[in-house]
């Protein structure tokens, strides 16, 4: 089964490209709601409160992300103990879900990963293609404030993220998100009948 990776910053636009992939009959698995599942689990809040307090979880006992990510996206080394918690739990999550996927018969998965930093760094060890998905960070914080995020919080996570410079340097495919999200789409769909022709899917 073959692994798209789909990368690119906060607002860049890697929804979009998933689900123009998706339209065309891939299956997907979204790393950030993955990373969401993770938090419900027990151990993974007993270990947050132990790095974070416990005044990150809500009173119906559970995390609630907006105050973790006031904590751990303040530096490089929190946010480092918070990925020392999470990571492994979620890679632990996606490998089953892979694993039924490619039972299920399903010849592509599209992943979207926010979290990526490089190829042997990431759940993207095996993937097939890395698509970036990139635009200039003024439109990306703008978007992402549109959609309900605290300008301050998406700053913050932007700085702990890799440069577009380095997602370049590590995609297989780069898509200029700098226009409508149709335009996107298009491109995207256009991009992925083209690998089918080559690859034979």
Known sequence: MRQIFVIGGMGAGKSTARKAL??????????DKV??????????????????????????????????????????????????????????AFTSMLDALESEGHEAVVVENSVYKTRSLSMAYN???VIAVLAPIETRVARAVQSGWDELDVRRRIAQQITDAERIEEADVVF??????????DRVVAWWRDYCEQEGI
């Open 22 to 31: 998706v339209e065309q009959g891939l299956a997907y698995i979204d790393l």
């Open 176 to 185: 200029n998100n700098d226009g409508t999200p149709e335009d996107l789409r």
């Open 35 to 92: 990373g969401h599942e993770v938090l419900t689990w027990d151990v993974v809040k007993s270990d947050l409160v132990d790095a974070f307090g416990a005044d990150i979880l809500g009173e119906d006992g559970e995390v609630v992300r907006a105050a973790l990510a006031q904590k751990a996206f303040v530096s490089p080394a929190l946010t480092r103990k918070l990925n020392r918690i999470t990571l492994p739990r979620i890679e632990d």
């Open 127 to 129: 993937a097939d293609v």
